[in-house]
């Protein structure tokens, strides 16, 4: 863990983290690269901060160290964790939701075989020839949570394919305004393949601080969490 000085005693932190899952049918699917490894950073620093953590995990992501002390729900498609998150945070006072999982853009709407016809098998597909997909948009979470807790200090993630950070931090701007967040920690892609990438953390008083990994990021997020409340 890092030098956290961050206090959340008695406070109450809802992470989610690592890829949503998409199925086809019972045994295919498609999800990202996110492993989870940010969360697992984030609910390791909430947990020292003296919070109590929820740790919503994707079905391939990996789980916190101190996961016997956390309370774990893991969750498949991007439905199914809005559906989740909904539930816990109108069921129970949530301090904090921190939306670190990779949601998927498109979920699956039909699918065909190669004369056109409707498939309705939902154990495995044929794999004698491949299946034409149709994909629809996927919900987007982010966006409803504030609408179900209005009380919440919402965090999100913003992840772009870009070096530039003027662009990611407009970017990041956009979708904390447009979900009526209060952080939203900005990235680029290449923070899927190490733990050294910087991150920006945008806060909606237009404040912007950069910090360099994963780790010092979580570390950061809770100090900023802390202030906040």
Not at 185 to 206: C, D, K, Q, W
């Amino acid at each position: 863990m890092g030098d956290c000085v961050a206090n959340l005693a008695n406070k109450k932190v809802l992470i989610t983290s690592g890829g949503t899952l998409e199925k086809w049918d019972r045994v295919r699917g498609h999800t990202n690269l996110s492993k989870g490894t940010m969360g697992c950073y984030l609910a390791e620093e909430a947990l020292a901060s003296g919070a109590e953590v929820i740790y919503l995990h994707g079905y391939f992501a990996q789980l916190p160290e101190h996961k016997d002390s956390m309370r774990l729900v893991m969750f498949e498609g991007i439905e199914d964790l809005g559906n989740k998150v909904k539930s816990i945070v109108q069921s129970e006072h949530i301090d904090f939701v921190i939306m670190a999982a990779a949601g998927s853009d498109w979920v699956i709407d039909q699918v065909y075989d190669q004369s056109g016809n409707l498939m309705t098998e939902k154990g495995k597909m044929p794999s004698d020839e491949p299946p034409i997909i149709h994909f629809k948009k996927a919900p987007k979470v982010l966006g409803q949570i504030k609408g179900w807790a209005p009380e919440t200090t919402l965090v999100g993630f913003k992840l772009e394919a870009t070096d530039n950070i003027n662009y990611l931090i407009d970017r990041a701007k956009l979708r904390m305004n447009s979900s009526d967040a209060q952080f939203m920690v900005a990235n680029s892609s290449n923070s899927l393949y190490g733990v050294n990438e910087p991150h920006f953390i945008v806060s909606s008083t237009g404040e912007v601080v950069r910090v360099e990994g994963k780790l010092d990021t979580a570390v950061m997020l809770m100090k900023l969490l802390a202030e906040a409340k």
